[in-house]
C-alpha cells in the first residue's frame, strides 16, 4: 500500500530532499538494482530504497509494507515491466509508478502511457540519470499526495453534505436552484432532484415573498454580508394552506471559483414558530385578563424591576404603570429590602407562595393591608423567567408578614 499521505491541506506540495519516500525498485538484474538503491539514497536523504528481483517479489514486497514509489525494469523474465503494471494498478491503482528500462522503445513508451505509468524513462550511463531519476520520484509522489489529500477532502465535503440536516442549496444569481442536499428528502419531504432547475421563490408563502427578494437583492448588492431570513415554504404537491416554517441563511460565492453560487442554508424551525405563536397567542390573552381583573396584578424581572402593572395596582397603589414600568418594585420599602431579595430568590428558584399578610404604604403614605399570592413566571422551555403577585383583601387565617413580601 502507498504510504500516507500528509495530514492536511497545508502539507501539500511540500515534498523536500529530505522528506521521507520509501522506493521499491524491481529489476532482475540485482546489482543493477542494488546500484540504483545507492545512488538513489545518496540523491535524498529522505529516500529509503527496497529492492526485488521480480514482479512476484515485487509484489510481496507492495503487501508487507508502505511504498511510496515503485521503479520497475521492463525486460523480466516471465512477468515483464507492463504486466508488473497491470498487477500493481489492480492492487494500487494511485501508487507511482516508473518504468525505468534499458531496452526502450517508441512502442513501449506508447503501451506504457496507456496502461498508466506514471513516468517512462531510459536507462543511460553515468550518476546524471540517478539525478533525473530522483527528480521525477519526488515529483510523481508528490502529485500522488496532493491528489489523495484532494480527493479524502471531496469524500469528506460529501459526507458533511450528506449528513447535515439543515438543507444546502446553490443558487445561481437568478434564483434558480443548481443543488440541493439530500437533507431535502427529510425537510422538505421531496429528493433534492425535484429542486434542481426550479426557482427558489416559486414555493415561497405569497404574503413572505416580498421579504426574501428582499433578502436576495441583499445578498446579490452586499457579497461581503451574510442575510437571514425566516418565511413559510409551501411544500410540493401539498394543499396551498399547509406549509412549514424555515429560517434561511444565505452568502454570497459567486466570485469563489469553486462554486459561483448563493449558497443558502434552510434549517426547518416550524415547532419554534408554532410556539412562539402560542406563547403570544396566549400572553395576549392573559395580558386581557390582567387587566380586565379588579385585583392588583404586578410581574417582576428576575432583577425585581416592574414589567407589568395592571390598572387595578394603579388604583390600589398610587402610582402609574408609567411610572413604575423597568424600575424597582416601589411598595418594597427599604427596611424590608433584605426580605424581598430573600424571596425573590426562593421564587426564582421555583417555590409559589398564597394566603400572605402584607402591610404597605402607597404612594400617597397611606399604610394598607393586604392578602398576597405569588409565583413565578415560566417560559416554553420551564425555565423561570420573572415574578406574579397577585393582591387581594386579607382574609382571616392569612400567615403573617415574616419576611415573605415580594
Known amino acids: 500500500m502507498a504510504g500516507e499521505p500528509p495530514t ?24 543493477f538494482a542494488a546500484l540504483t538503491a545507492t545512488f538513489l539514497e545518496r540523491e535524498r536523504a529522505g529516500f529509503t530504497v527496497e529492492t526485488a528481483s521480480s514482479a512476484a517479489a515485487g509484489l510481496d514486497c507492495l503487501a508487507a509494507q508502505s511504498i511510496d514509489c515503485v521503479v520497475s525494469d521492463h525486460d523480466m523474465p ?46 543511460e550511463g553515468g550518476r546524471d540519470q540517478y539525478t533525473v531519476l530522483a527528480n521525477r520520484i519526488v515529483n510523481a509522489v508528490d502529485g500522488a499526495r496532493v491528489e489523495r489529500i484532494a480527493e479524502r477532502a471531496k469524500r469528506r465535503f460529501q459526507l458533511l453534505v450528506e449528513e447535515a440536516t439543515d438543507v444546502i442549496m446553490a443558487l445561481d444569481q437568478d434564483g434558480t436552484i443548481r443543488y440541493m442536499s439530500p437533507s431535502a428528502n427529510s425537510v422538505l419531504d421531496h429528493p433534492a ?56 441563511r ?48 404586578i410581574a417582576l424581572d428576575p432583577a425585581g424591576r416592574v414589567t407589568l402593572w395592571n390598572e387595578a395596582a394603579e388604583e390600589q397603589f398610587g402610582w402609574s404603570a408609567q411610572e413604575v414600568d ?29 394566603g400572605v399578610h402584607i402591610t404597605r404604604q402607597t404612594a400617597t403614605g397611606e399604610s394598607i393591608d393586604l392578602g398576597l399570592s405569588v409565583a413565578p413566571i415560566r417560559d416554553a422551555d420551564d425555565a423561570v423567567v420573572g415574578i406574579m403577585a397577585v393582591f387581594t383583601a386579607p382574609n382571616a387565617g392569612e400567615t403573617s408578614d415574616d419576611g415573605t413580601t415580594p
Not at 423597568?326 to 417555590?351: C, H, M, T, W, Y
Open 8 to 31: 492536511s491541506l497545508g502539507d501539500v506540495g511540500t515534498t523536500t530532499p529530505d522528506s521521507d519516500i520509501t522506493i521499491l525498485t524491481v529489476d532482475d538484474d540485482q546489482d
Open 326 to 354: 423597568g424600575r424597582p418594585n416601589p411598595i418594597v420599602q427599604d427596611e424590608k429590602s433584605e426580605e424581598f431579595d430573600q424571596l425573590r430568590e426562593r421564587v426564582l428558584a421555583g417555590e409559589s407562595f398564597t
Open 78 to 123: 516471465r512477468t515483464d515491466g507492463l504486466e508488473f503494471l497491470e498487477q500493481v494498478r489492480d492492487r494500487h491503482p494511485d501508487l507511482p509508478f516508473i518504468l525505468f528500462t534499458g531496452k526502450g522503445s517508441e512502442e513501449i513508451a506508447s503501451d506504457a502511457i496507456s496502461a498508466g505509468v506514471t513516468e517512462y524513462m531510459q536507462k
Open 193 to 248: 432532484s425535484n429542486f434542481e432547475g426550479t426557482a427558489a421563490f416559486d414555493l415561497v408563502h405569497p404574503d413572505d415573498r416580498d421579504a426574501v427578494l428582499h433578502h436576495f437583492g441583499l445578498l446579490l448588492e452586499r457579497p461581503d454580508e451574510r442575510q437571514t431570513v425566516e418565511f413559510r415554504y409551501q411544500l410540493p404537491g401539498e394543499e396551498s394552506d399547509d406549509h412549514i416554517w424555515v429560517e434561511a
Open 250 to 297: 444565505g452568502r454570497n460565492l459567486l466570485d469563489h471559483d469553486a462554486l459561483e453560487a448563493l449558497v443558502v442554508y434552510l434549517r426547518d424551525v416550524t415547532t419554534r414558530k408554532r410556539r412562539e405563536q402560542a406563547l403570544s397567542e396566549a400572553s395576549q390573552r392573559l395580558s386581557a385578563v390582567v387587566e380586565a381583573s379588579p385585583l392588583p396584578i
